[in-house]
Structures are given as structure tokens and as C-alpha cells.
């Protein structure tokens, strides 16, 4: 495999068997540096098992991967060194207190007690969580251990850090906080890749995403591309009078040509447009037919849409993927 040093990542066939389970199925990756590349797919996909091997916890059983551009398989102490991983769950120490965590990681990594503590606390509070310095974890809310967590990981400012559903089980405030925690870090030079089970976040930050089913890559590029692929957009219309809503309906199929939804609104339409699609004759024939428009949208598709169209299942909402071969994974595991 070629080496390209203007990538954060590049994997050439990456493959991973758990018994007669094949995980990942010759997953191709190119991320550059910089920016966040964010990692979708269902539940079973395969995703936390790529992000498990480029992260040097799994060793592959086929195919290449670099990662700043040391091979995993025989560099994985070199790649250990540049990178950070935060998992789904914060990997703290509940009965040490906030500093007390993070001085204990910095001693680890080789600080002594003075320069640990200080760099503990510059991070709490670039992180809103030095009033809380001295409070046991196990009293924080959950967004205080989310962004703790991010913080441990930082305590050496990783080249590449890999962010693995890391708003899972927090308040939307605390989500926006860590966010805001996210594009810092790209703006300071680390590039992230992160994998979410939530659309809306991987639009809000992604620069590009893979969607990963099967343990293959089954569409790849920047958010807008994705959307692209399943139509124009949509037009969603809210008559005035909820009587004339299958007449309007009747208006749209004739004009538009695609199948019109009954929203749970009662006065509520929509239709998808297929590429190219003017959605304005069908609303000069509704005025011509006597149907008042209360309300009309137009709007692109979703991340969520897209997710369905290409997976043919819904995003996910509670279980990590590859749970069938967690035990598996964690004996494997080289670290």
C-alpha cells in the first residue's frame, strides 16, 4: 500500500473474523488530516470494529492499515503514541475526584506530580469542570464525566483521536458543550474520527462520512453528497382546510408524479422530488383548483433518510455494534 503522508488514516482491504462472524469485510479508508470523519452504520455493522483495529486494540487478520502513517500491525507502539481513543463509556476512576484523575493519567504518562497537576487543571478549566475539581466523580451528571473523559484523553494532545459515540446518554446542553469541545480540538490541528448513532451530530460536524453495513464501506462523501443520492428533496404542503387534503393529494400525484404522504397532521402533505424537480406547478394547481395553501416547505433529505435508503434500517438507538463478538474482541485485544 501506497503511503500518503497527507492522511490520517489509510486502510486497503481491512479485514476481521470472529469464528464463523466476519466483522469487516475489506473496509478501503482514506481520512486525511485535519477536520472530523464520521463513521455510520447499524447495529452489527462493523464500525467499532475498524475503529478498534486502526486504534491498534485488534489486530487485523487481513488487508493493511496505517494510521499517521505507521502500520498498525507492525508499529502499533508508534501509533499508540500519537493517537487518543474515548470510548462509548467514560474509562474514570468514580472514587478519585475530577484533578485526581487526571493527575493519576498524567503520572502514567510519564508527568511528574507538579507538571500533572498543572496540566490537570488547565484542562478543567478549558473544559468548564474546575469548580468541580475536587468533587468525587461519582458525583458528577453525566455530560461532567463525558467531557472529563475527552479531557483525560488530552492530557498529551493526541495527533488523531478517535471518538466513539461520545454524546451517547447526555443532555442536549452537555451534547452542545461537547461539540463546541470537538471543533476546538480540529481547530487546534487534531483530526478526529468519530463514529455516532446520531445523524444530526454527524451533520453538524462531519467534513465527510463512510456508512459502514456488513463490514463493507457502502457510501462514502460529504454530508451533501450523501443526500444527494436519495433525491432533490422534499415538498411538504398544509392545506387550509383539512376536507380538501385528498384533493390536494390528487393535485400532487397528477403534477409531481410521486407518491404522496399523509402526515399524522390532518392538513399535512408531503412528496419526494426526484433530481431536477420543480415543485412549482404543483402549487400554482392547487390555487388554480381552489385549494388553500396554508403553509409550504421545501427541504433537502435528511442524514436519517439517507441512512434508511442505504441500509434499509433505521438508525441505531441503544446497542453498540459487533456485540456478539465483544468477548471475542476483548481477548484479542494488544494493548
Known sequence: MRVHTSYAVEAHGLFKKFGDNIAVDGVDLSIPRGGIYGVLGPNGAGKTTVIRMLATLLRPDGGEARVLGHDVAAESKTVREKIAL?????????????????????????????????????LLNAFGLADAADRQVKKYSGGMRRRLDIAGSLIVTPELMFLDEPTTGIDPRSRNQVW???????????????????????????????????????????????????????????????????????????????????????????????????????????????????????????????????????TE????????????????ATL
Request: hydrophobic residues 40%.
Open 86 to 122: 474515548t470510548g462509548q463509556f467514560a474509562s474514570l476512576d468514580e472514587d478519585l475526584t475530577g484533578i485526581e484523575n487526571l493527575i493519576l493519567l498524567g503520572r502514567l504518562l510519564g508527568f511528574d506530580k507538579r507538571a500533572a497537576r498543572s496540566r490537570g487543571m488547565d
Open 180 to 314: 463546541d469541545i470537538i471543533r476546538t480540538l480540529v481547530a487546534g490541528g487534531t483530526t478526529i474520527l468519530l463514529t455516532t448513532q446520531y445523524l444530526e451530530e454527524a451533520d453538524q460536524l462531519a467534513d465527510r462520512i463512510a456508512v459502514i453495513d456488513h463490514g463493507q464501506v457502502i457510501a462514502e462523501g460529504t454530508p451533501g453528497q450523501l443526500k444527494s443520492q436519495v433525491g432533490a428533496g422534499a415538498l411538504t404542503v398544509r392545506v387550509a382546510d383539512p376536507a380538501q387534503r385528498e384533493e390536494a393529494a390528487g393535485v400532487l400525484e397528477r403534477t409531481l408524479g410521486g407518491d404522496v404522504v399523509r402526515e399524522k397532521d390532518s392538513a399535512g402533505l408531503s412528496v419526494r422530488l426526484g433530481e431536477g424537480t420543480n415543485a412549482s406547478p404543483a402549487l400554482i394547481a392547487m390555487e388554480e383548483s381552489g385549494i388553500a395553501v396554508e403553509t409550504f416547505s421545501y427541504g433537502q433529505p435528511s442524514l436519517d433518510e439517507v441512512f434508511l435508503a442505504l441500509t434499509g434500517k433505521p
Open 317 to 332: 438507538t441503544e446497542q453498540n455494534d459487533d456485540d456478539a463478538a465483544s468477548a471475542a474482541e476483548t481477548a484479542e
